[in-house]
Nanobody, 121 residues
Framework: QVQLVESGGGLVQAGGSLRLSCAAS????????MGWFRQAPGKEREFAAA????????NYADSVKGRFTISRDNAKNTVYLQMNSLKPEDTAVYYC??????????????WGQGTQVTVSS
């Protein structure tokens, strides 16, 4: 129903920046909230950031607050995650996710394949 494709991952040194993109299919992109999750080696997937359907509300995990910024361009059906001041502990596979309603606290049902982010010390 909803197809998500992440891009922009890579290898970066600590203190550097990356910008992840997630392209979503469908004609109702603005109707649902979007989020970014990550899964570090040996750990379970964890929430990183979310944005409401309109883009008016955002939410961040404490671990990324002040360093990461989630945004969306509904005209392009794309959500972004700008990651600054990266730390080695940010190393993970980052997944884009879509909810089925627009609220920033909506549950996520659709997932992309993930993109690897590796931060060296």
């Amino acid at each position: 129903q909803v197809q998500l494709v992440e891009s922009g991952g890579g290898l970066v040194q600590a203190g550097g920046s990356l910008r992840l993109s997630c392209a979503a299919s469908g004609r109702t992109f603005s109707s649902y909230a979007m989020g970014w999750f990550r899964q570090a080696p040996g750990k379970e997937r964890e929430f990183a950031a979310a944005i409401s359907g309109s883009g008016g509300s955002t939410n961040y995990a404490d671990s990324v607050k002040g360093r990461f910024t989630i945004s969306r361009d509904n005209a392009k059906n794309t959500v972004y995650l700008q990651m600054n001041s990266l730390k080695p502990e940010d190393t993970a596979v980052y997944y884009c996710a879509a909810a089925n309603r627009g609220a920033v606290n909506a549950r996520f049902y659709y997932w992309g394949q993930g993109t690897q982010v590796t931060v060296s010390s």
